[in-house]
């Protein structure tokens, strides 16, 4: 992945080629457990732990360079798109997650109406229903 070693640095992080694996399974796309993406970075390296994955996974995610979503009844997602205070939509039937820009454009996107001294920069929000797929399943059966 061109950059990412850079972009490590830039963290204040050591490139090692697992987290130059995780780092591009994340940057592929979508909102993957732990063991989704140690069965992708297997694929791309020897042998990789699933400890030595969610290492790299706090690593990333405390340098900023991946974000820990965890929908209740869920096990923990992860993703590379941060920094932008998006929210979630979440399938109730399958699970799949959709990603959905801040409505206002600007952080956080969601004013708690009194902040109780709080300095607030970033709103989570996961909203809930069914997919697509989902919605015309249930509407075959």
């Known amino acids: 992945m061109p950059g990412a070693e ?12 697992p987290r130059l694996a995780v780092l591009d399974v994340l940057t592929a796309g979508g909102h993957l457990d732990v063991d989704q993406i140690a069965g992708q970075v297997r694929t791309r390296l020897d042998s990789v732990s699933t400890q030595a994955v969610y290492d790299v996974l706090g690593a990333l995610s405390r340098a900023g360079l991946a974000r820990r979503i965890e929908p209740a009844g869920s096990p923990a997602r992860y993703e590379a798109r941060v920094g932008d205070n998006h929210h979630h939509l979440v399938c109730r039937s399958c699970g799949e997650i959709t990603d959905i ?5 600007e952080r956080p996107c969601l004013d708690p109406g009194a902040s109780h001294g709080y300095d607030v920069d970033e709103a989570e929000v996961t909203f ?4 697509p797929g989902c919605k015309r399943r249930r509407a075959d059966d």
């Open 6 to 17: 850079e972009l490590l640095r830039s963290r204040g992080l050591r490139v090692t080629r």
């Open 101 to 105: 820009d801040c409505a206002v454009g």
């Open 128 to 131: 809930w229903g069914l997919c």
